[in-house]
């Protein structure tokens, strides 16, 4: 049952520097011996872990006294992930370490090394990561564009706004020149219509932020 739960179950034995495969697929590209010396089945794992730092990692990992140092009583499991290349068959594999059994100071003395094929997970995982940056783009491009057009827009409205003061204040000097006081007058309701209309740009914005918006033809 454990078997099948696992791509490869392998009882190792620190003390005794064996190994041996308790199942997992046999072919040309897995370890040809099913038993052997614990350091062979390393070097073995060395070949097949992609990238030399993970290989340096993996060799580190390995180690008797790495194992012993990470696996103090209490502690019983050590888990990590690495790509393997079993033939040119390159995936990712979840692997861990299990203590079974301890000498009389309780150091570990025999593992478990169990393997199990992550690739299509991680392959989601990437899926997943690639699909939150664009949405993080995406949203930080939307907050840009608003806040471009939040400046650019208190300037636009600036600019009718000094216009209607402006003229109101002149009509007002010149309260008895009536040709004056008209001249401002309209320089005012164009100004208003202006301000009128970014003023709808605005509302138009928000009704977008809302789905809200409506064409009128």
Same mark, same amino acid.
């Given at each position: 049952?454990?078997?099948?739960?696992?791509?490869?179950?392998?009882?190792?034995?620190?003390?005794?520097?064996?190994?041996?495969?308790?199942?997992?697929?046999?072919?040309?590209?897995?370890?040809?011996?099913?038993?052997?010396?614990?350091?062979?089945?390393?070097?073995?794992?060395?070949?097949?872990?992609?990238?030399?730092?993970? %290989?340096?990692?993996?060799?580190?990992?390995?180690?008797?006294?790495?194992?012993?140092?990470?696996?103090?009583?209490?502690?019983?499991?050590?888990?990590?992930?690495?790509?393997?290349?079993?033939?040119?068959?390159? %995936?990712?594999?979840?692997?861990?370490?299990?203590?079974?059994?301890?000498?009389?100071?309780?150091?570990?003395?025999?593992?478990?090394?169990?393997?199990?094929?992550?690739?299509?997970? %991680?392959?989601?995982?990437?899926?997943?990561?690639?699909?939150?940056?664009?949405?993080?783009?995406?949203?930080?491009?939307?907050?840009?564009?608003?806040?471009?057009?939040?400046?650019?827009?208190?300037?636009?409205?600036?600019?009718?706004?000094?216009?209607?003061?402006?003229?109101?204040?002149?009509?007002?000097?010149?309260?008895?020149?009536?040709?004056?006081?008209?001249?401002?007058?309209?320089?005012?309701? +164009?100004?208003?219509?202006?301000?009128?209309?970014?003023?709808?740009? +605005?509302?138009?914005?928000?009704?977008?932020?809302?789905?809200?918006?409506?064409?009128?033809?």
């Amino acid at each position: 049952g454990v078997a099948k739960l696992t791509e490869r179950l392998v009882l190792m034995d620190l003390d005794a520097d064996r190994f041996r495969y308790m199942s997992g697929p046999v072919t040309p590209s897995d370890p040809y011996e099913l038993e052997g010396s614990y350091t062979a089945m390393i070097e073995r794992l060395q070949g097949l872990v992609v990238g030399a730092e993970a %290989k340096a990692e993996v060799a580190k990992l390995y180690d008797k006294h790495t194992i012993i140092d990470l696996m103090p009583p209490g502690s019983d499991e050590i888990r990590f992930e690495c790509q393997m290349n079993h033939g040119g068959d390159v %995936k990712w594999e979840d692997i861990n370490l299990i203590c079974v059994q301890r000498d009389a100071a309780g150091m570990p003395t025999r593992l478990l090394y169990t393997t199990q094929d992550v690739t299509a997970l %991680k392959q989601r995982e990437k899926q997943l990561q690639l699909a939150m940056e664009d949405s993080y783009r995406a949203a930080v491009a939307a907050n840009n564009a608003k806040s471009d057009f939040l400046s650019r827009m208190s300037h636009d409205i600036r600019t009718p706004m000094n216009a209607i003061t402006g003229m109101t204040a002149l009509a007002e000097a010149h309260i008895d020149n009536k040709a004056k006081v008209s001249d401002c007058l309209r320089k005012i309701s +164009v100004s208003s219509k202006h301000l009128l209309s970014l003023i709808n740009d +605005v509302l138009d914005m928000s009704k977008l932020d809302g789905a809200k918006i409506t064409l009128n033809r």
